[in-house]
């Protein structure tokens, strides 16, 4: 009995810590404000100008172009990351660069060599990129 204390101590904080970064992540993707932080996906200048495109179109251009506007608004290339939801992710992995290459928009857990992340709480059938190290969540 006293062997399985500490593992219940860790079972217990790994479930807490899970919890509240799905909370954190839904507060800085898709907060509704408030009562909350204003998540990216309801502000409307978070896009910069990147124009929203169907996951059935989603294409390498749309991921270049995109990566390229996340550039020129001076993001650190270092620090630029994806981020989706899994369902996302996985029709990135099934989607070729170029029909026959063999190459897929999403390698690795990469796009455009940057990583990508993958959480539930990102908005449906979206993909954001940015300077991740930028993201600041005050918590009092």
Same mark, same amino acid.
């Given at each position: 009995?006293?062997?399985? =204390?500490?593992? =219940? %101590?860790?079972?217990? =904080?790994?479930?807490?810590?899970?919890?509240?970064?799905?909370?954190? %992540?839904?507060?800085?993707?898709?907060?509704?404000?408030?009562?909350?932080?204003?998540?990216?996906?309801?502000? *409307? %200048?978070?896009?910069?100008?990147?124009?929203?495109?169907?996951?059935? *179109?989603?294409?390498?251009?749309? *991921?270049? $172009?995109?990566?390229?506007?996340?550039?020129?608004?001076?993001?650190? +290339?270092?620090?630029?990351?994806?981020?989706?939801?899994? $369902?996302?992710?996985?029709?990135?992995?099934?989607?070729?660069?170029?029909?026959? *290459?063999?190459?897929?928009?999403?390698? %690795?857990?990469?796009?455009?060599?940057?990583?990508?992340?993958?959480?539930?709480?990102?908005?449906?059938?979206?993909?954001?990129?940015? +300077?991740?190290?930028?993201?600041?969540?005050?918590?009092?």
């Amino acid at each position: 009995l006293l062997r399985t =204390a500490p593992r =219940a %101590d860790m079972f217990l =904080a790994a479930h807490l810590l899970r919890a509240a970064s799905l909370r954190l %992540d839904r507060a800085i993707l898709r907060g509704a404000g408030g009562v909350e932080p204003l998540g990216l996906a309801n502000m *409307t %200048d978070a896009v910069n100008g990147v124009p929203a495109v169907n996951g059935a *179109t989603l294409s390498h251009a749309h *991921t270049r $172009e995109a990566l390229r506007r996340i550039g020129s608004a001076n993001a650190a +290339d270092a620090s630029t990351m994806w981020v989706t939801t899994p $369902e996302v992710r996985e029709l990135m992995q099934a989607r070729e660069v170029v029909a026959t *290459t063999g190459r897929f928009l999403c390698e %690795d857990d990469r796009v455009l060599n940057r990583p990508l992340r993958a959480t539930p709480e990102a908005p449906a059938a979206t993909i954001v990129g940015g +300077d991740w190290s930028a993201s600041l969540v005050g918590l009092w």
